[in-house]
């Protein structure tokens, strides 16, 4: 038998509807009076199958990877959860899922729900998706402790920039306990010290998006752990490195580094654990010769580039890292299409002095498996 659901006062606006408005904010909730019908008169009424599909479907992102819904979609759910009690347990789970926290107060209001015992331990539970960013820094405190807080689920997690001092070795730390992570991304912010991650799990690890130094440093502790436990103990899947490192002799710095690292190993006669890694590019012109010695066969499916607009002119501009902010935040920087370094380099030493040309056609890496 079909169950139907009335909108209005059957359920009656609860204080449950509070979850979906702490998730969206007030602007969304304007979506009320044109989407739902005024709680007085007739109510019409819709099979809760038909609503089960809808809120399905507004829950369904671009990009499995993506930290953003379809547009208009939270609005949407914030409505609906608002209704009564019936839909707004079924859209909690969902405004939970994919968690995106851009100003200080977002923050801190979403660190009060979570510590707010039993009902922030429930909430917790449906978090897969976390971003953050606090342009103001005055918020950083609480990243940490939120991460502690979902660290059993979540599974995507951006944070804008490391917090200065000790906090971002606090940070570090909360992250390295993370159970299920797929993708980490962190933007090095300019005032702030990096440091080091050793994460715990890389086993269920995909994507990562970090400065040079905790690239080479997360790529020797892969290597290191291989040795001891054979190439797939770490790295569960093709594990893509992502490495944002500005100006071409720290990137060569770090690519030497890498490099060293990778050939030593290699010696070993151990085969290499499915790791790659991309390496962001912008200038062509001053690219050392080097870099052709770091194309041995072993490596060319190890070795990445991203080539990225010119306008950027460096890679601490503003403009570059709100692109690479925006790319992780829909999923699109995963699908960009990765020059095989041995051919970045190769056309760099015969386009010396040439700007780079955005249309050159890139070449294809191997097959490789999207994260699911």
């Not at 190993?265 to 290499?272: I, P, Q």
């Amino acid at each position: 038998m079909t169950e139907y659901l009335s909108f209005g006062g059957t359920d009656g606006h609860t204080s449950v509807a509070s979850t979906a408005s702490d998730v969206a904010g007030p602007a969304s909730l304007k979506l009320i009076d044109t989407i739902l019908p005024p709680a007085s008169g007739h109510q019409p009424t819709l099979p809760l199958e038909l609503l089960i599909g809808i809120v399905e479907w507004l829950a369904t992102a671009p990009d499995c990877r993506s930290f953003l819904l379809g547009n208009g979609s939270l609005g949407a759910l914030v409505s609906l959860g608002l209704a009564n009690r019936t839909l707004n347990g079924m859209v909690t789970p969902v405004l939970y899922r994919r968690i995106r926290l851009t100003t200080s107060e977002a923050i801190q209001l979403f660190h009060n729900t979570l510590s707010n015992l039993p009902r922030g331990t429930y909430l917790s539970t449906f978090v897969r998706y976390f971003f953050a960013y606090d342009k103001t820094d005055q918020s950083t405190a609480r990243i940490q402790d939120i991460v502690t807080l979902i660290r059993d689920v979540v599974e995507y997690i951006h944070i804008d920039k490391w917090p200065g001092d000790s906090p971002a070795s606090d940070l570090r730390d909360r992250l390295a306990s993370v159970r299920n992570l797929r993708q980490l991304s962190i933007n090095k912010g300019q005032e702030a010290v990096s440091p080091t991650i050793h994460l715990q799990n890389l086993s269920t690890l995909q994507s990562i998006v970090l400065d040079g130094s905790n690239v080479a440093g997360m790529v020797s502790g892969v290597l290191s752990d291989a040795l001891e436990g054979g190439r797939n103990r770490v790295v569960g899947h093709n594990l893509t490195i992502y490495c944002v490192v500005d100006g071409v002799l720290p990137c060569y710095l770090v690519m030497m580094m890498v490099g060293a690292r990778l050939q030593q190993f290699l010696l070993t006669g151990t085969e290499l654990p499915l790791l790659r890694i991309v390496m962001f590019f912008i200038e062509t012109s001053t690219l050392p010769t080097q870099l052709l010695q770091l194309s041995l066969e072993a490596l060319q499916d190890r070795w990445f580039c991203l080539p990225v607009s010119v306008s950027f002119q460096n890679l601490d501009t503003v403009e570059f890292q709100q692109w690479l902010r925006n790319s992780i935040e829909d999923g699109s920087l995963w699908d960009a299409n990765l020059v095989p370094m041995g051919a970045w380099a190769a056309r760099a030493g015969e386009n010396v002095g040439q700007p780079v040309d955005q249309d050159a056609p890139s070449v294809a890496p191997e097959p490789y498996t999207s994260p699911n």
